[in-house]
């Protein structure tokens, strides 16, 4: 198992060289992010022992279990599932970022939170590009209009965008969805908000990173092409009730 795991990273790695080489980026522009849910302390160990130090979470609960198995490797963890904002109170516990601000009550909660407890959290605001009902994260009409609300909560710094792309083998399709997370992009960074920088993109997962590359993707998150088929489908983490 643990070499199946080192081999999938190597080809992951190379995967991520190639399309940066292709798209005339430095490979060092893009980290892969291991979206590590479902899978064991074990193996996310297995990752981080051959120089991984990202990786991101989508459940409060499922994570706490982990925390003090993976804690030796000392890695930087995000927050990428659907937040609800119940569970703030635990996720600020473990987690330097939160990826998955799609609406103003969540963010505004976290402030709360944030200034009671005396800190600070980098975020991403998600972004729904494919516009599917069943993705979270905010339309990409509504993105400037939430990223200037957020922008104003002074406990919580903006620092890209993330965005789930369509889900098909349609590549073209795909690609809108990451062009249209670059186009809000640019958008942003025209507008010169306070306390707010745009480096960050976070796209592209196991079957479409090269595409995330090829459009400006600065984060991928990888989970099966490392890890391998997880026991629950997506929808048990994407399609939970809002
Ligand atoms: C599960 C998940 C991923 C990784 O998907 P794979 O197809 O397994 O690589 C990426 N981003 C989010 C938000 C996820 O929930």
């Keep these: 198992m643990s070499t199946t795991i080192v081999d999938n990273l190597r080809i992951i790695q190379n995967r991520i060289n190639n399309a940066c080489n292709n798209s005339g980026r430095p490979t060092k522009e893009v980290r892969l992010l291991l979206a590590s849910k479902t899978v064991s302390p074990e193996k996310i160990s297995i990752a981080m022992q051959e120089g991984v130090t990202l990786m991101g979470e989508n459940k409060a609960q499922e994570f706490k279990d982990k925390c003090n198995a993976v804690a030796e490797w000392n890695p930087e963890i995000h927050f990428i599932g659907h937040l609800q904002s119940n569970k703030i109170k635990e996720v600020l516990k473990w987690c330097s970022c939160i990826q998955s601000i799609d609406r103003l009550s969540l963010a505004e909660k976290l402030q709360q939170r944030l200034s009671f407890e005396n800190k600070e959290i980098d975020v991403y605001i998600q972004v729904n590009t494919s516009n599917e009902e069943s993705k979270f994260g905010v339309s990409p009409e509504n993105a400037i209009e939430l990223i200037k609300q957020v922008s104003k909560l002074k406990n919580i710094h903006i620092k890209g965008l993330m965005t789930i792309g369509l889900l098909s083998s349609e590549s073209n ?36 990173l090269e595409i995330a590359i090829e459009e400006g993707a600065t984060i991928v998150r990888v989970g099966t092409a490392i890890f391998g088929e997880r026991i629950y489908p997506d929808s048990f983490y994407w399609n939970e009730q809002k």
């Design 173 to 208: 399709e795909v690609r809108k969805c990451f062009k249209l997370l670059k186009a809000i992009q640019k958008e942003a960074i025209q507008l010169n908000i306070p306390n707010v920088s745009m480096d960050e993109l976070s796209m592209g997962m196991s079957n479409d």
